[in-house]
């Protein structure tokens, strides 16, 4: 079973940074594509960043240049450093994992970690 845990948000100033960090298990995520998604309030979830299994990334316009998406292979851990950060990033951020189960490809989430920019 898959298991998606995000930690690591919290409150920071504009301009400030955070990083937040999500443990998996129940899947090598070395051999998946990953990602970091946001959703604030009233607003739809969209895509952060994307890790791929062969480590090319992607990010969206509104973060590039400021947020970094990694991966620790040997904790089996994604992270994603958030630098320069503005108000409009608040939001809760999501992991998230795509598996292939019997022959599908399947999407797998985490419960989320608020992030909160005060101006």
């Known amino acids: 079973q898959v298991q998606l845990m995000e930690s690591g948000g919290g409150l920071v100033q504009a301009g400030g940074s955070l990083r937040v960090s999500c443990a998996a298990s129940?899947?090598?995520?070395?051999?998946?594509?990953m990602g970091w998604y946001r959703q604030a309030p009233g607003k739809q979830r969209e895509l952060v960043a994307r890790?791929?299994?062969?480590?090319?990334?992607n990010y969206a316009d509104s973060v590039q240049g400021r947020f970094t998406i990694s991966r620790d292979n040997a904790k089996n851990t994604m992270y994603l450093q958030m630098n320069s950060l503005k108000p409009e990033d608040t939001a809760v951020y999501y992991c998230?994992?795509?598996?292939?189960?019997?022959?599908?490809?399947?999407?797998?989430w985490g419960q989320g970690t608020q992030v909160t920019v005060s101006s």
């Open positions: 998230n994992a795509w598996k292939r189960v019997a022959g599908i490809d399947t999407p797998y």
């Open positions: 129940g899947i090598i995520i070395s051999l998946n594509t």
């Open positions: 890790i791929s299994s062969g480590g090319s990334t």
